[in-house]
């Protein structure tokens, strides 16, 4: 277990996980602090954006498997 969290591919998914509680954790600040709170349209806005980076992500994590897979060690 200790090697698949310490591998690249590992790191990646921790970011990851690490990246989505954060966002969490921002959208429930934003919603209190924010006098009116959290309208709908910025919250769409809020997502979407996320969305395009877990997908940017995503899609780096698999070329980075895909390259790692083809290299001869």
Do not use: C, H, K, N
Request: glycine fraction near 10%.
């Amino acid at each position: 277990m200790r090697d698949r969290l310490t591998s690249d591919l590992g790191v990646y998914a921790l970011s990851g996980v690490f990246s989505l509680v954060v966002f969490a954790v921002a959208l429930t600040v934003l919603s209190r602090t924010l006098p009116g709170g959290l309208g709908s349209r910025q919250l769409v806005g809020l997502v979407f954006g996320y969305l395009l980076f877990t997908g940017a992500y995503t899609a780096a994590w698999f070329i980075y498997t895909e390259i790692d897979s083809r290299e001869e060690l």
